[in-house]
């Protein structure tokens, strides 16, 4: 069975950094692009970013280029989102999924994290 | 980016009667390798998404087939034949042809 299980999230004041951590189980890590997304309270779903299977591309959405870095360690089939200079907009549910095919098909249940002073 | 655009926002249904979610892209949504990604989930209050289709009409795992997509063009419906209590919550399409994937903002199905 597929697992994604987040970790990470908590309150954090604005232009401050968290690391979001994503330990997955169930399948060949190795074999998948992960990506992440979040959701803004009451929101609705918004992509934040993406890995290769061997971590050596990385996308991610304009609005959080330079300041989000993903990244994965398919040794410990954990996958990561470093996030800086954080704002209060970018509070959020974070969610890590599975890549498959051009889509997320397993997600995990989420971490929360809010930019507040 | 592709803009994703769903109606309705807010669907009141029937129990046991059928609902139809529309979702129009921006873009054409034909990748180069001829696919077209185009994904359905549906999203439980307090819950993780779940894929319910993907390729415009492949059902996933475990999906009960009264779900059916289709596709003309840049519009997209997502088809419930007979809505049962479990559907309620919110349905997104999302794109996954061009980078940035985007979402839909959701319609909201309630009974």
């Known amino acids: 069975e597929v697992q994604l299980v987040e970790s990470g999230g908590g309150l954090v004041q604005p232009g401050g950094s968290l690391r979001l951590s994503c330990a997955a189980s169930?399948?060949?890590?190795?074999?998948?692009?992960m990506s992440w997304v979040r959701q803004a309270p009451g929101k609705g779903l918004e992509w934040v970013a993406n890995i290769k299977e061997d971590g050596s591309a990385q996308y991610y959405v304009d609005s959080m280029q330079g300041r989000f870095t993903v990244s994965r360690d398919n040794d410990k089939n954990s996958l990561y989102l470093q996030m800086n200079s954080l704002r209060a907009e970018d509070t959020a549910v974070y969610y890590c999924g599975r890549n498959g095919g051009y889509t997320l098909d397993h997600w995990g249940q989420g971490t929360p994290v809010t930019v507040s002073s | 980016d592709v803009v994703m655009t769903q109606s309705p926002l807010s669907l009141p249904v029937t129990l046991g009667q059928p609902a139809s979610v529309s979702c129009r892209s921006s873009?054409?949504?034909?990748?180069?390798?001829?696919?077209?990604?185009l994904s359905w989930f549906h999203q439980r209050p307090g819950q993780s998404p779940r894929r319910l289709l993907y390729k415009v009409s492949d059902r996933d795992s475990g999906v009960p087939d009264r779900f059916s997509g289709s596709a003309s063009g840049t519009d997209f419906t997502l088809k419930i034949s007979r809505v049962e209590a479990e559907d309620v919550g919110v349905y997104y399409c999302?794109?996954?042809?061009?980078?940035?994937?985007?979402f839909g903002p959701g319609t909201k199905l309630e009974i």
């Open positions: 169930g399948f060949t890590f190795s074999r998948y692009w």
């Open positions: 999302m794109q996954g042809t061009r980078w940035p994937y985007t």
């Open positions: 873009q054409s949504l034909v990748h180069s390798d001829g696919n077209t990604y």
